[in-house]
T-cell receptor, first 114, second 111 residues
C-alpha cells in the first residue's frame, strides 16, 4: 500500500464548477500537508499548505485536513480554464525528523472546460 | 533567472551510457532533492541531501548516484542508463519553511 493515495483522474468539469480533490494517507506522523499545482511541461509549484488539522482558505482555494480520518481535500470554487493542471498532494513529517522529505500522491489531472 | 535550474532540459541517450543531470539553486537552501515523475506513479524520491556531507537514498535509488558539490549544486548520475529510466526528472530545494521549490525538469529518454 502506498503511503499517499490520490485518484489520478482525469477530472473534467465545466467552467464555474466547484472542484473537490482528495488524498488519503497511512502515516499518522505526517504533520505538514501541501497541495502543488503542475502545469504541462513545468515543475510543481506550491499552491497551499496546512499544518496539522483544520481548514485554510486562499481566494478560490480551500484546503482541509482531517487527521482522524487521514484524509485531505482541496476545493476550488468558481473553477476557471486556467486551473487546468495536475494537482499533487504532498505530506511531510515534522521538521528535523529522520526522513525530512516530501511524500507525494500520484497527482490528479484536472481539465476545466470553457 | 530561475531559482532552481536544471540542465539539460531534454536529453536522449543510448542504453549503457553514463549521463549526468545537473541542478543548481540560488535560494540558499540546505535541503536538495531529486525526484522522477512517471505517468500514473507521481513523483518518487531518488536521493536527498541535507547538506554537502549528508546524502540519503530515497525510495528508488537503485541505478542512480548523486553528488553534492556545494550547497548550491546537486547532480544526479545514471551510471549505465537503461530504457526504464526514461522519465521526467525534477530537482527541488527546501529551506526552513515547508515549501519545496522545483526546477523545470529534465526530460530523459533512454533508447
Amino acid at each position: 500500500q502506498k503511503e499517499v493515495e490520490q485518484d489520478p483522474g482525469p477530472l473534467s468539469v465545466p467552467e464555474g464548477a466547484i472542484v473537490s480533490l482528495n488524498c488519503t494517507y497511512s502515516n499518522s506522523a505526517f504533520q505538514y500537508f501541501m497541495w502543488y499545482r503542475q502545469y504541462s511541461r513545468k515543475g510543481p509549484e506550491l499552491l497551499m499548505y496546512t499544518y496539522s488539522s483544520g481548514n485554510k482558505e486562499d481566494g478560490r482555494f480551500t484546503a482541509q485536513v482531517d487527521k482522524s480520518s487521514k484524509y485531505i481535500s482541496l476545493f476550488i470554487r468558481d473553477s476557471q480554464p486556467s486551473d487546468s493542471a495536475t494537482y499533487l498532494c504532498a505530506m511531510s513529517l515534522p521538521r528535523g525528523s529522520s526522513g525530512d522529505k516530501l511524500t507525494f500522491g500520484t497527482g490528479t489531472r484536472l481539465a476545466v472546460r470553457p | 533567472d530561475a531559482d532552481v535550474t536544471q540542465t539539460p532540459r531534454n536529453r536522449i541517450t543510448k542504453t549503457g551510457k553514463r549521463i549526468m543531470l545537473e541542478c543548481s539553486q540560488t535560494k540558499g537552501h540546505d535541503r536538495m532533492y531529486w525526484y522522477r515523475q512517471d505517468p500514473g506513479l507521481g513523483l518518487r524520491l531518488i536521493y536527498y541531501s541535507f547538506d554537502v556531507k549528508d546524502i540519503n537514498k530515497g525510495e528508488i535509488s537503485d541505478g542512480y548516484s548523486v553528488s553534492r558539490q556545494a550547497q548550491a549544486k546537486f547532480s544526479l548520475s545514471l551510471e549505465s542508463a537503461i530504457p526504464n529510466q526514461t522519465a521526467l526528472y525534477f530537482c527541488a530545494t527546501r529551506g526552513l519553511s515547508t515549501e519545496a521549490f522545483f526546477g523545470q525538469g529534465t526530460r530523459l529518454t533512454v533508447v
